[in-house]
């Protein structure tokens, strides 16, 4: 059967940005998450925070009712963004309530997290001893995380998996209805889903950076079910 592609909105953030002899504000994603959606066959949409803290949640919904699943990006996790953090917060709540497809992405896992209700680490080097999931700002470290083996995450990458992190938070208390599926060798949480049939997982590495790609195939797929 021919399906039509399935149409991924992206959330994005404000960010003072260059191009020619323009200095503005923009709404940015990287490159990386749009090719990755694409490249699988998929049609990403850019869906900009809005400009007051808190939006209108009617308009929150009829953006969900636009979109076959939500990719919550990665991004800087330093400090308070009103703005974005509500905007995404508020998203995330109703493409759970909507039963839609959603992948959380590193700074998207953690707010996935928050929003079921659990709490953060705010700077995991204190905690674990290390700097192994971030050697530095804007810097990856490939690590070997180990995943839960009836998860829906190990029927799609199987029981490990090496990964490229880049955070100094992670998940302290798990959010209600999460389940951890998988962990680094320092017992951080390293991904979580959803409990039950919804397609909803939160990974704290960024799949986009690389060529494996299973994971927006799969969340490509959860749409055509």
């Known amino acids: 059967m021919n399906f039509p592609p399935a149409i991924i909105g992206l959330s994005s953030y404000y960010q003072e940005a ?17 090719n990755s959606i694409s490249g699988c066959g998929a049609i990403p949409i850019i869906l900009p925070p809005y400009s007051e803290s808190k939006p209108p949640i009617q308009e929150i919904e009829r953006v969900i ?3 076959d ?9 330093y400090g308070i963004n009103k703005y974005r953090d509500f905007y995404e ?4 709540e109703a493409a759970i309530n909507k039963g839609l497809s ?11 997290n928050v929003v079921c209700g659990g709490s953060l680490y705010t700077h995991i080097p204190d905690v674990v001893g290390h700097t192994r999931h971030q050697p530095a ?11 839960v083996e009836d998860s829906r995450l190990s029927s799609i990458l199987g029981e490990r998996s090496l990964v490229k992190c880049s955070h100094h938070q992670a998940i302290d208390r798990l959010g209600d209805g999460l389940r951890v599926v998988a962990n680094f060798e320092d017992g ?13 997982i939160g990974v704290q590495w960024h799949p986009e950076e690389g060529d494996d790609k299973r994971l927006f195939e799969a969340l490509i797929e959860s749409t055509r079910n």
């Open 69 to 77: 699943a939500l990719v919550l990006i990665g991004g800087d996790d």
């Open 188 to 200: 951080i949480i390293e991904a979580v889903e959803i409990t039950g049939d919804q397609f909803v």
């Open 89 to 92: 917060l508020t998203l995330c």
């Open 18 to 34: 260059k191009w020619g002899s323009w200095e503005r504000q923009a709404s940015l994603v990287p490159t990386s998450y749009l």
């Open 65 to 67: 009712q636009a979109i």
């Open 137 to 147: 700002p804007g810097h990856f470290h490939e690590n070997l995380v180990e995943i």
């Open 102 to 112: 959603i992948l959380a992405i590193c700074r998207g896992h953690q707010l996935l």
